[in-house]
């Protein structure tokens, strides 16, 4: 590859490179994951990113260290597991920048020795093959790197080192114009794609030849670096150099120091040396030229000295160094002056010799060498100040008083500098200068002058009101106030008090946020058009709720409230029953005895039909016969079924045994045979008799279970119809728990109740349910933690039910963190429920974002977190607010979430009344809990503060409900963690064009590190089968297991013996056996237990195929397999519509191949003769109309009328999509419902493309889908006719669309494991099928094993306030209807973060964030000092979602720039010019609109045809009204932070936050 060529080709990596900035998403880094995951740092890009830092002072070493180390606390503090790599070869980047060297090798050393994080050094390059074997095997979560060096060639390493991560599935995040806050860290992230894949794969040799070449050219700049300074000195004789001063220094200082003196001495001593070689070349080269030697020889001397000089000034700056506390190194003046040209090339020399110094401080390995201080090696900024005083103030007679100790430290570090010299005199230590070469340039002003900074009065304005003292009173009294005449008291803006009653500008009625968001219908309206258009609704809403359940709806009738019943305890039964029981029992009796009649009458008609099916298809047969027993009520008559199935279950095995070998048994036959006989012994154990024991007795017997047999029947009448020695031939060939573990286990019988709960109808709960019926019934709070489709949601319908019961003024709010799912719960409400309500009272309303239908006249209204607040937030809605009864909060792990969860926070702690909050996904509910109990404590006291004025002003308010329930304080717990149905989960790998699966064992994720750390994840099940699993391969690595008998699947306490092993029991097992193995690792097994773990890992699969491509296959491949319907989950919105639309053309294509040539022709004869034959109907109809009828004619009309239908049913049948051309079920709806739901889509974007996946049974799901599209996918895959969904993570939060496989497609950073969790959840329909898979397409291995072992995360709750959010909450406490109340709302918001809890440093922030927000509330004009609103406030807080882009908007208006550029063309009218359109878009698009882009994106050379990508900068008035305004928030937060200075923690400011290291003097 030539020079040109070479360079081309870097050109076309920076473009690809380039070209993917566009797409560089800025997202938050930390998805979640807690201890798991783990990510990679490129350390040449960190040290590169904060060398440009704007804050850094330059010169400063020690500032330098401390903005890695915050930045690397940051990611540490925010749950980050990375480490930090240094390339060898990134070190030529430098050589050009010889100051950088010894700080980059200080950087490193630091780390290694003086933090715990995981430093890497060992890889030479980026294309080094034990770094792609490092990538493969941890498989981070992406890499952090720069997007630019410090110059041309740093840059093109960094691009080698994004290229190669791409192409090895390694995410790319970019360490520039990153931003933080408290929880969470965002920046530019770079995702690795197909298309960056194969540019790799397909240019590897010319990168690897480009690479080459790269660093070619930086040991070139090396050696023209070296040559310059050291001359003939090669690389190696400087190393070898560096070696012999340290060793000698070992001899002069055998105890050890510190790493400065050390570094001071022998960087001082070598750089002398090299400097006198220096000198001494250029002597010979000048001699050469034949000029006067003794000139030559006196001004070499006299530089000699003049740099000995600059080393004592250096060795003095170390000792300063050592004695000196960093207040008195703060104190120091600021010498603007800089470094004289003439020594230059001595400081450089100097950088270099430090650098070899520290590269060879490995030598000190068993010398007393303290490292503690790499991080402060020195001061340039302390060295300018010391030459300063030495050219000018000394020389003026200022005397400097150095003190013995810094006198004679100096001293010992300038004669060992002496020794290690050697070769010639480097003087004495005193007088330190004995030359008058300036080292400082001359400067006007070498000092820079800080006293003419004015310093503001410091304090805060001063407030009278009640609400601030309440909760900032106790740190007020600690901080300085301004007087009264102050000017910035007297400066404050006197406004008019803001009334939110009326606009600012025109004084009519204002609306809040609740009346401007969009109606859907008018509540008030009596028109017959809106009146049907609602009943439509209504309608809709009933069918769409009838796809989510199976419930008949039901009437409620306001009751009489009654005495609660404690239902977990049995009643007695009454001494004496009345006639009317008497009565109503036997006709139930008698009801009874009429349906079993019946039944039997239905099995006597079937059972002949069944048996011979069974006898001809034993599996066909069984299936018909499990429908008819889900359909039968009479146990007697299920009793029966079950018998017959078993005898014919029985025969098949006799006669399979005996006419197959054994190697070719099927055992699906002992499959049904033990679940028939499971169903018999558990749930019919009453109606067993005799011969019916010797059946099942004899059953066990041919299937090999000797024991089972006698622990059953211990007669011998078994094996009376064949010798016993030839039973071996029917036996399965294994134990019988073995046998049920293996081949039974998602057959195994749950533990369910049997007694049912007067309360609940359709089902008869588990013991938690019940808790939580206990929980709305005594209106106490619960946090429930269940798994998905556990059935937790049924506490929210029966909470409703039971308000709806209690009045008509009672209100349950449902609080759902999507559109769609409160689409969903409403629909279900709609259809559950019917109530008769007075006129303009409803059931049920919607209030979102988009609209609100009957929102504050229902009793069940279905909301999103945002507007529940703005109901809760605004002052007159408290009446309204007063009437809620219950609060259901779904999927209330959204507090957790990254954008609106500390709504979520606010609505939590601002109800009074009880509430239920309901997750899946929870790591630390019992902190939630606890928290949320302490809210509940808050308002009991609160309560009882305000008395019983207060509950008198409460029932007067609820209008006509004037009953209320007594109050609950509680807040229960309430924790299930099993799931119904086993999950297992498989890799899905391409290979030679073709799909195979690997089913992939839960414990392969581990490793014995993990188990120790933090040992089993608790949401971690294995199947029945895959417990068996785990105890072979434990059996097979460790032949003398003490344990192994006793763990033996036939001998374990939990199942030996057992005839029905149930769920419960397998799951012992498998806790025995995990138990077992931790102890293996912590009783110094630990290496059997890793090849356990490695055994049950699958081999490492790579997909070598495109995944795009091969999608179709995938889906296919799952219909042949029976796991369909199925989830396909992608992160990439276009990817998901892409991939159902390949699966359509790949059916169609399917269809196309087997539809025949003449089909066709066929097709467009028909329809030919269809239009014949429609116009002779028309004609006929003419002629019909016109004349008498007549009969002849009659005929003829339906001669034709017949020939049409036929033609038209022939046509169709040519049309017809043959079935293995398509995913749908036809049998799952009817015509006529199909065409209903296709209706509703027919104006809709994407209506029409939905509607022909649809027909495949194909569906895609997407957060930008219109929520009618949404729907239908949704309906149609529940009703069993769509049976392949592709869909975003958006699908997962709580929508219900149960499947039987779950397939993640894609991956991405947003498959952390929250997502996992919600996603993987979906599969296994309760009710149809025993167990769900989870499939992983295209997933790298330890990305799948992280998403398995890593927990869901903690809740640790959002930084609750913002400015706005103070102003809307004064606004409350100050215009509330019920300002006590009120009050009181205010306080718990600003009182109980779930941040600060237990955290009181956390609170202390908090109030300090408070006070700052209402001191610039009242300098902007919206808050007077009263905490009374003004001016624009009610402006500010309308466009409370756009902070700070409101503040500043409103500060253009008052200033009147928008009056300014909005004149119009001419006087009076209503027009204006195109140039002030623009510029007001232009405004907004400032304000509103910005989207972050990375800072080298505006070198891009691509173009953008439809739209300008980079916004213009701001019209200059606006652009300097807005730097006015950034200057003054910046000087009123410097002013607040010194105000409150004095409560900084001042321990912190002399500590490295990372390695915890004190900087202080001795």
């Not at 740092?41 to 903005?67: M, N, P, R, W």
């Not at 049995?570 to 139930?588: F, S, V, W």
Request: glycine fraction near 4%; aromatic fraction near 10%.
């Amino acid at each position: 590859m030539g020079l040109e060529e070479h360079m081309m080709f870097l050109e076309k990596m920076s473009q690809l490179i380039m070209s993917a900035l566009p797409k560089a998403k800025h997202s938050s880094l930390f998805n979640d994951f807690v201890e798991s995951e783990f990510f990679l740092i490129d350390g040449d890009s960190l040290l590169a990113t904060c060398i440009c830092e704007k804050s850094l002072k330059q010169g400063q070493q020690l500032h330098f260290f401390y903005v890695i180390e915050c930045y690397l606390m940051d990611l540490i503090s925010k749950g980050g597991q990375f480490a930090i790599v240094f390339f060898k070869d990134a070190e030529y980047a430098y050589f050009s920048f010889p100051e950088l060297l010894p700080l980059r090798t200080a950087f490193i050393l630091h780390l290694q020795h003086n933090t715990t994080i995981d430093v890497q050094t060992e890889f030479s390059g980026c294309l080094s093959q034990g770094w792609k074997s490092f990538l493969e095997d941890s498989y981070p979560y992406y890499l952090m790197v720069a997007d630019e060096g410090l110059n041309h060639l740093q840059t093109h390493l960094f691009n080698f080192l994004i290229i190669q991560s791409w192409s090895i599935k390694v995410n790319v995040v970019l360490s520039s114009g990153q931003t933080s806050n408290i929880l969470r860290l965002y920046a530019y992230l770079m995702p690795s794609t197909y298309m960056n894949q194969t540019f790799f794969k397909e240019n590897k040799k010319k990168i690897e030849n480009a690479y080459k070449i790269l660093i070619k050219q930086l040991q070139e700049c090396r050696i023209l670096a070296l040559e310059s300074l050291f001359g003939n000195l090669k690389w190696k004789n400087m190393m070898d150099e560096a070696c012999e001063t340290i060793s000698l220094l070992k001899q002069l200082w055998p105890e050890g120091s510190d790493i400065r003196r050390v570094l001071c001495v022998t960087s001082c001593s070598l750089s002398l040396r090299m400097y006198h070689h220096f000198l001494e070349n250029r002597n010979k080269t000048i001699s050469d030229q034949n000029t006067d030697i003794q000139e030559v020889e006196s001004n070499c001397l006299n530089m000699m000295q003049e740099m000995e000089d600059l080393c004592k000034l250096h060795c003095l700056s170390v000792v300063f160094l050592l004695h000196s506390s960093l207040s008195q190194r703060a104190c120091a003046r600021f010498i603007t002056s800089h470094w004289a040209k003439n020594i230059q090339t001595f400081l450089k020399m100097k950088k270099w010799c430090e650098y070899f110094i520290l590269s060879n401080i490995n030598i000190f390995e068993f010398w007393n060498l303290n490292l503690i201080h790499l991080c402060d090696l020195s001061d340039e900024l302390l060295l300018k100040n010391i030459a300063f005083y030495y050219e000018n103030e000394n020389v003026e007679g200022l005397h400097l008083n150095l003190g013995d100790v810094i006198m004679k430290d100096y001293e010992h570090l300038w004669n060992t500098v002496s020794k290690l010299v050697r070769k010639f005199s480097v003087g004495k230590p005193f007088p330190l200068r004995t030359t008058k070469l300036s080292f400082l340039e001359n400067s006007p002003s070498p000092i820079k002058d800080t006293s003419k900074e004015n310093i503001p009065n410091l304090g805060f304005i001063p407030m009278s009101c009640e609400l601030v003292d309440k909760f900032v009173g106790d740190i007020l009294k600690d901080l300085p106030f301004l007087k009264s005449d102050d000017p910035v008291v007297t400066s404050l803006v006197k406004q008019k008090e803001f009334d939110e009653l009326v606009h600012w500008h025109s004084h009519r009625p204002l609306s809040d946020d609740y009346d401007r968001t969009k109606c859907q219908f008018d509540e008030k309206s009596r028109d017959p058009r809106f009146l049907r258009s609602v009943q439509k609704y209504h309608v809709f809403q009933r069918f769409y709720g009838s796809s989510l359940e199976s419930v008949s709806p039901k009437v409620v009738v306001t009751q009489a409230v009654k005495p609660k019943s404690n239902f977990s305890v049995p009643k007695n039964k009454k001494a004496h029953e009345t006639k009317a029981e008497i009565i109503t029992r036997e006709n139930k009796k008698r009801l009874f005895a009429k349906e079993e009649q019946k039944e039997e009458e239905k099995w006597n008609a079937l059972s002949f039909s069944i048996e011979e099916e069974m006898k001809e298809n034993l599996n066909s047969g069984i299936k018909n016969l499990e429908g008819f027993l889900k359909s039968c009520k009479s146990n007697s008559v299920k009793f029966r079924v079950e018998m017959v199935a078993l005898t014919a279950c029985l025969k098949a095995w006799k006669e399979q045994c005996r006419g197959k070998g054994e190697s070719t048994k099927d055992l699906s036959i002992a499959v049904q045979m033990m679940k028939r006989i499971h169903s018999l012994m558990e749930r019919y154990p009453e109606l067993l008799q005799e011969a019916d024991q010797q059946l099942i007795a004899r059953c066990l017997k041919y299937l090999g279970f000797d024991e089972l047999t006698s622990s059953l029947y211990p007669t011998q009448v078994v094996g009376d119809d064949i010798e016993e020695k030839k039973m071996d031939k029917y036996s399965v060939g294994m134990g019988p728990v073995r046998f049920q573990l293996q081949y039974m286990g998602h057959y195994l019988i749950r533990d369910e109740r049997k007694d049912p709960d007067p309360r609940v109808q359709d089902f008869i709960p588990d013991t938690w349910q019940r808790e939580l019926l206990d929980v709305v019934d005594n209106n106490e709070s619960a946090v429930i933690v269940a798994p998905t489709s556990s059935g937790k949601t049924y506490a929210s319908y029966y909470c409703m039910e039971k308000v709806l019961k209690e009045s008509n003024e009672g209100v349950v709010v449902y609080v759902a963190p999507t559109k769609a799912l409160v689409n969903q719960v409403a629909a279900t409400v709609h259809s559950r429920f019917t109530k008769n309500l007075p006129n303009g009272e409803a059931l049920c309303g919607v209030f979102t974002r988009d609209y609100r239908h009957d929102a504050l006249n229902c009793q069940v209204l279905i909301t999103v977190p945002a507007c529940f607040e703005i109901l809760l937030l605004s002052p007159h809605r408290q009446a309204w607010v007063k009437r809620i009864r219950y609060v259901i909060f779904d999927e209330v792990h959204c507090l957790g979430g990254e954008i609106g969860a500390e709504v979520w926070e606010h609505l939590l702690v601002m109800i009074r009344c009880p509430f239920l909050a309901l997750s899946a996904t929870i790591s630390n509910p019992e902190h939630l809990t606890e928290w949320l109990q302490s809210v509940k404590h808050y308002w009991k006291q609160e309560d009882n503060t305000m008395g019983k004025n207060r509950n008198a002003g409460y029932c007067a308010s609820s209008h006509k409900d004037h009953f209320r329930m007594k109050e609950s304080y509680k807040v229960r717990l309430v924790l299930y963690g099993e799931r119904y149905n086993d999950l297992e989960k498989h890799i899905c790998s391409i290979t030679h064009d073709d799909i195979y699966f690997d089913h992939f064992h839960p414990c392969a994720a581990l490793t014995t590190d993990h188990i120790e750390k933090y040992g089993f994840p608790s949401d971690l099940t294995l199947s029945p089968r895959e417990t068996i699993q785990l105890y072979d391969t434990m059996f097979q690595f460790w032949e003398s297991w003490p344990r192994a008998q006793e763990l033996d699947p036939e001998k374990s306490i939990h199942c030996k013996n057992k005839i029905v092993i149930k769920k419960l029991d397998a799951r012992k097992y498998e806790e025995s056996l995990k138990a077992e193995l931790t102890s293996w690792i912590k009783n110094g097994h630990a290496e059997e237990a890793k090849m356990v773990l490695r055994n049950l890992s699958p081999d490492s699969v790579l997909s070598s195929g495109n995944t795009v491509k091969m999608f179709p296959l995938l889906v296919e491949k799952l219909r042949k397999m029976e796991k369909l319907p199925a989830l396909f989950f992608l992160f990439n919105l276009g990817d998901v519509e892409e991939r159902a639309l390949s699966v359509r053309t790949s059916l169609e294509q399917k269809q196309a191949e087997k539809r025949s040539l003449k089909a066709d022709k066929e097709a467009h004869d028909v329809t030919n003769k269809l239009r014949k034959v429609k116009k002779s109907i028309e004609k006929q109809k003419t002629i019909d109309e016109k004349s008498q009828k007549n009969p002849r004619k009659m005929d003829q009309r339906l001669i034709h009328e017949a020939e049409h239908t036929n033609l038209l049913r022939t046509l169709e049948k040519n049309l017809e999509i043959p079935q293995e051309c398509t995913y749908a079920n036809q049998k799952a709806i009817d015509t006529e419902t199909l065409q209903m739901v296709f209706d509703r889509v027919k104006s809709t974007r994407k209506g029409e493309q939905l509607k022909a996946l649809a027909r495949r049974g194909i569906g895609y799901h997407h957060s930008s889908l219109n929520f009618k599209e949404k729907q239908l996918v949704e309906i149609l895959f529940r009703k069993g006719f769509i049976r392949v969904v592709t869909a975003t993570g958006t699908l997962a939060l709580g929508i219900n669309m149960p499947c039987k496989s779950v397939v993640f497609a894609q991956n991405s950073v947003y498959l952390d494991a929250l997502n996992y969790r919600q996603m993987s959840g979906r599969a296994g329909r309760r009710g149809q099928d025993l167990m769900g898979d989870v499939y992983f397409f295209d997933i790298p291995l330890p990305k799948i094993g992280k998403l398995i072992k890593s927990n869901v995360p903690e809740l640790r709750g959002q930084f609750p306030l913002s400015i706005t959010l103070v102003l809307r909450l004064m606004l409350l406490a100050s215009k509330g209807d019920d300002p006590e109340d009120a009050k009181a709302k205010v306080l718990s918001v600003l009182k109980h973060s779930l941040l600060s809890f237990k955290q009181p440093r956390v609170t202390e922030m908090l109030k300090l964030y408070f006070l700052f927000s209402l001191q610039f509330l009242m300098k902007q004009g919206y808050l007077d000092q009263e905490g009374k609103l003004m001016g624009f406030a009610g402006l500010v807080s309308h466009l409370h979602y756009h902070e700070p882009s409101n503040l500043v908007f409103v500060s253009f208006l008052v200033k009147g720039l928008f009056r300014d550029l909005c004149q119009p063309t001419k006087k009076g009218s209503k027009h204006f010019s195109q140039d002030v359109m623009e510029k007001l878009v232009l405004v907004l698009a400032n304000l509103f609109g910005r989207r972050l882009l990375p800072a080298k994106f505006q070198d891009t050379t691509l173009k953008f045809y439809q739209s300008k990508v980079f916004l213009e900068d701001l019209p200059e008035d606006f652009n300097d009204a807005l730097h006015e305004y950034n200057m003054n928030v910046t000087k009123d937060f410097a002013s607040f932070l010194l105000s409150v200075s004095k409560l900084a923690d001042m321990k912190q400011e002399y500590q490295l936050p990372l390695s915890k290291i004190i900087l202080e003097g001795f």
